[in-house]
């Protein structure tokens, strides 16, 4: 089974955009096997924390229901970002397609401190089962936290996805994190970073998988888009160069 973790660059608050691009992304995961396929933290908006208030989406956004529509027709698993307008306030969520299913919405439930004028954090954890394995989200912050990893492989899961916007430094932090709770915790990690300007910093992707050992197998560079692409049975993955004209 292969995992498909994204690297793009997200207009800031240009939604209809965006979701060009991200079918752009998909119909390439989908063309390499991939049975999931993630984005980076807020790919739909862009990490633009200002923003969210005004951009916060519903899981009955008509915008969105091109990804179920692609999920039904690949058999795959579509997660994105976007913010979620939740009962407590907007939180920063994961929307996730699945073929014959109705969307779900996962939301970061640790956020950072200078997140907290702008989101509401969400209150339960959430795992993806597929073709065996127990895929369980993270986004960006929350990811980094021992005891969120521990409450993921507690409840059974095989693979940790992080979405995430991070610059150099975080990207620094989860390569030192990442390799270390795999190993530890005995889990698939993949991390799914955007690039380029977000909020008041530049993302500066390194999208990667990770397995069990804590080894890193594969991962992007820190400027452009890719596609990393993980095979769980082979224990292999490989990164993929947009070559389609993603616009």
């Given at each position: 089974?292969?995992?498909?973790?994204?690297?793009?660059?997200?207009?800031?608050?240009?939604?209809?955009?965006?979701?060009?691009?991200?079918?752009?992304?998909?119909?390439?995961?989908?063309?390499?096997?991939?049975?999931?396929?993630?984005?980076?933290?807020?790919?739909?908006?862009?990490y633009e924390p200002g923003l969210a208030q005004g951009m916060a989406m519903t899981l009955e956004d008509a915008r969105l229901g091109v990804f179920q529509a692609l999920s039904d027709r690949h058999q795959m698993l579509i997660a994105v970002g976007a913010p979620y307008q939740g009962h407590q306030g907007v939180e920063i969520g994961m929307f996730a397609f699945r073929r014959g299913e109705a969307p779900t919405v996962y939301s970061k439930q640790?956020?950072?401190?200078?997140?907290?004028?702008?989101?509401?954090?969400?209150?339960?954890?959430?795992?993806?089962?597929?073709?065996?394995?127990?895929?369980?989200?993270?986004?960006?912050?929350?990811?980094?936290?021992?005891?969120?990893?521990?409450?993921?492989?507690?409840?059974?899961?095989?693979?940790?996805?992080?979405?995430?916007?991070?610059?150099?430094?975080?990207?620094?932090?989860?390569?030192?994190?990442?390799?270390?709770?795999?190993?530890?915790?005995?889990?698939?990690?993949?991390?799914?970073?955007?690039?380029?300007?977000?909020?008041?910093?530049?993302?500066?992707?390194?999208?990667?998988?990770?397995?069990?050992?804590?080894?890193?197998?594969?991962?992007?560079?820190?400027?452009?888009?890719?596609?990393?692409?993980?095979?769980?049975?082979?224990?292999?993955?490989?990164?993929?160069?947009?070559?389609?004209?993603?616009?």
């Open positions: 089974m292969k995992l498909v973790a994204v690297q793009m660059r997200s207009a800031a608050g240009d939604i209809e955009a965006n979701i060009r691009r991200h079918i752009r992304f998909i119909e390439l995961a989908a063309s390499e096997g991939g049975a999931a396929v993630f984005f980076p933290e807020l790919s739909i908006t862009g640790i956020l950072h401190a200078d997140e907290l004028p702008f989101f509401a954090a969400g209150g339960k954890s959430a795992a993806f089962h597929l073709g065996g394995e127990v895929i369980a989200p993270a986004i960006c912050y929350e990811s980094l936290q021992e005891s969120h990893v521990r409450a993921a492989a507690d409840g059974g899961a095989t693979v940790y996805l992080a979405s995430v916007a991070k610059s150099a430094r975080g990207v620094d932090s989860a390569y030192r994190h990442y390799p270390a709770i795999a190993q530890r915790h005995r889990l698939t990690v993949m991390m799914s970073n955007s690039v380029g300007p977000a909020d008041d910093f530049v993302a500066t992707g390194c999208s990667a998988a990770w397995n069990e050992e804590g080894a890193l197998v594969c991962h992007a560079d820190a400027e452009g888009e890719a596609v990393v692409v993980y095979d769980l049975a082979a224990r292999e993955g490989r990164v993929l160069l947009p070559e389609i004209g993603i616009q």
